[in-house]
Structure formats: structure tokens, C-alpha cells
């Protein structure tokens, strides 16, 4: 997994991405994962990752919404969604997730949907959206982990390769992409595809 390789994967998927990962199945868990924020009106909230912006339905009025991707034919279409649903407060940039540009400390939450388990550092990504929230802020996850417990077997090593070549890493351990980062888990629940995907909100804890 790299940048310049994601965004041509992705240019390709922002065409049909919301077909798949817009569909009920997912949108369900964006849901659930949000509404476990209790989001309050003026609330500074950043996506990381935003890809086509499917989850801004989801969100309460009057929310400041930030999202950022690296590829911007996705951005393209979240753009158009936040102009559909009246976010007047959006903010939607181009920016690596690894190396974001905004000020330590900025947002009250930081929300990551199917995006570590895409970038190519994910313990990088984690790092960036700790440092810019807030003390006591929540960071929310929705994505697949391989299990704690679980060995890489040669099956599994090259079904990874072909969804590395759709633009997602399968065996990647939340333990490994957590790794020096202060978090307190508020709440882990199983997600879909018999809890190979998870939601996860966590609290920054310094």
C-alpha cells in the first residue's frame, strides 16, 4: 500500500464506491458508529479518510465538518453531498492522512471509517488524528482488523494481495496500528462479516 497507488485505485473506485460501501450493510454501522458520539451542534468534526463522504447523512445540524482524502475524485463527490445535504459548515481538502496540516489539538472528535486498514501506515494515520484532538476528544473507527490471536497462513497472505490490489490490507492487528498511542477504548462492539469488521469509539487520554 502507498499514496500514489491508492489514489489510482481510487480514482477508479469513486465511480462505483457508494454501490458497495454506501450500500445498507454499511450505512448501518456509519450510523450506529456516529450516533455512539452524541454529536452537539458547533462540535469541530474531522474525517479522515472521507472518501465520497457517505456518512455526513448521518451527522446532527449545525455540526463543523472537515473531511480529508488523498484522492480527489472521491472529494468530488463528498463535496457535492455536503452541498446536497446544506453542510454549510464543510470543509473538504486534499490532504495525506499521515502528515495532516491542521494544528495540535483542534478537533472534539476525530472519526476514521475504512481507512486504516487502506493507508499505508496505519499506526502513522492513528498517531495524526490523536495529536490533532482535543484533550477528552473521541476518536470513532469502523473497520476490519485481523484478530489478536490470529496467524498469518498462506491462505490469508495471498487473498491479502488481491485486496491490496482493491485498494485494503485484510491482516493488519488494531494492536499493531494502536501501538504507542494513549487511547482509552470506551466501547469495542463486532460489526458485520461475523465481527471481522468492528466499531471502536476511543478517548484521548492526556
Given at each position: ?39 452537539n451542534p458547533e462540535d469541530k468534526v474531522l474525517f479522515i479518510g472521507v472518501g465520497t463522504g457517505e456518512d455526513f447523512k448521518f451527522l446532527p445540524k449545525g455540526v463543523q465538518v472537515t473531511g480529508v482524502d488523498i484522492t480527489e475524485e472521491m472529494l468530488e463527490v463528498a463535496r457535492k453531498k455536503a ?124
Amino acid at each position: 500500500m502507498d499514496n500514489l497507488r491508492n489514489k489510482k485505485i481510487y480514482k477508479k473506485w469513486s465511480k462505483i464506491y457508494d454501490k458497495f460501501f454506501g450500500s445498507s450493510i454499511f450505512n448501518n454501522q456509519r450510523k450506529l458508529e456516529i450516533d455512539l458520539l452524541t454529536l452537539n451542534p458547533e462540535d469541530k468534526v474531522l474525517f479522515i479518510g472521507v472518501g465520497t463522504g457517505e456518512d455526513f447523512k448521518f451527522l446532527p445540524k449545525g455540526v463543523q465538518v472537515t473531511g480529508v482524502d488523498i484522492t480527489e475524485e472521491m472529494l468530488e463527490v463528498a463535496r457535492k453531498k455536503a452541498d446536497t445535504l446544506n453542510l454549510e459548515k464543510a470543509n473538504i481538502l486534499n490532504m495525506d492522512a499521515m502528515n495532516l496540516s491542521f494544528q495540535d489539538k483542534e478537533f472534539d472528535y476525530v472519526i476514521l471509517n475504512l481507512i486504516l486498514s487502506v493507508v499505508p501506515d496505519g499506526n502513522k494515520c492513528l498517531k495524526e488524528a490523536y495529536r490533532v484532538l482535543k484533550p477528552n476528544g473521541k476518536i470513532a473507527i469502523f473497520d476490519k482488523f485481523a484478530g489478536e490471536e490470529q496467524k498469518k497462513s498462506v491462505v490469508k497472505a495471498l487473498l491479502n494481495k488481491l485486496t491490496t490490489s482493491l485498494g485494503t490490507d485484510i491482516n493488519r492487528k488494531f494492536s499493531q496500528i494502536s501501538s504507542g498511542i494513549n487511547l482509552k477504548v470506551l466501547e469495542e462492539r463486532n460489526s458485520i462479516f461475523g465481527g471481522m469488521y468492528k466499531i471502536m469509539i476511543l478517548e484521548k487520554a492526556d
